[in-house]
């Protein structure tokens, strides 16, 4: 079955420095892989898409890369800020015209000022 | 602009009574819809979606059923509330191929 992993471990920085969130997936080949944030008691706010035959995505301060080789995406935030601190999720679509999501457990950040 | 509403926002249901959630959508017509379930520390797990009315498709077996009576209307039951029911409830509706638009979230609570 399809799996995805993001580090489960809190990822913790200093205010202006660029935090770098991993999602891994096995057993799948995505046309599509998103990102989205969740603040706490919240539902998730989509942040980026990115394509299989786009290498790099950008939206401000974010960046989203997509390495269908070592099936991992890279969701870089820059500059970043104590508002920018959340969990953040990455997710896969399946299921063809359906656009089901499965979805990682998310990475929370937490930007120190 | 499309909104979706999901209500309630908080609920706290004793073990084998029914359940009633509901999620609507505005601003668009004949969209997917889909209802997650975030267990506390957990991802997100598809329920349920339907691609149209009276269309519902379940992910898992489970103690929950789930209905489209309307376009842009989304209901999640059910009949007898177990305590592993518990969770945060999300109703999502997407474009064909694009991100999704969460509800707010219904916390449920079975004691």
């Known amino acids: 079955s399809q799996k995805i992993e993001q580090n489960s471990e809190a990822l913790n920085i200093q205010e202006g420095k660029t935090a770098t969130l991993t999602c891994n997936y096995t057993?799948?080949?995505?046309?599509?892989l998103q990102w989205y944030r969740q603040d706490p008691g919240r539902g998730p706010v989509f942040l980026l898409l990115i394509r299989e035959n786009e290498k790099e995505k950008r939206k401000e301060r974010l960046k989203v890369t997509f390495d269908t080789t070592l099936k991992q995406s890279l969701f870089h935030i820059t500059a970043s800020q104590p508002a920018d601190s959340a969990t953040y999720l990455c997710?896969?679509?399946?299921?063809?015209?359906?656009?089901?999501?499965?979805f990682g457990t998310g990475t929370l950040l937490a930007v120190q000022p | 602009s499309q909104t979706i509403h999901q209500w309630p926002a908080t609920l706290v249901q004793p073990v084998g009574s029914p359940l009633s959630l509901e999620c609507t959508v505005e601003g668009t017509s004949n969209p997917n819809l889909y209802w997650y379930r975030q267990a506390a520390g957990r991802g997100l797990q598809l329920l349920f979606y339907s691609v149209g009315i009276g269309q519902i498709s379940s992910e898992v077996p489970q103690n929950l059923s789930a209905s489209r009576p309307q376009d842009r209307q989304f209901i999640l039951s059910s009949k007898k509330l177990l305590l592993s029911d518990s969770g945060f409830y999300l109703c999502a509706w997407s474009p064909s191929v694009d991100g999704y638009t969460f509800g707010s979230g219904t916390r449920l609570t079975v004691v």
């Open positions: 997710a896969l679509r399946y299921g063809g015209a359906t656009n089901k999501l499965i």
């Open positions: 057993n799948y080949s995505p046309a599509y």
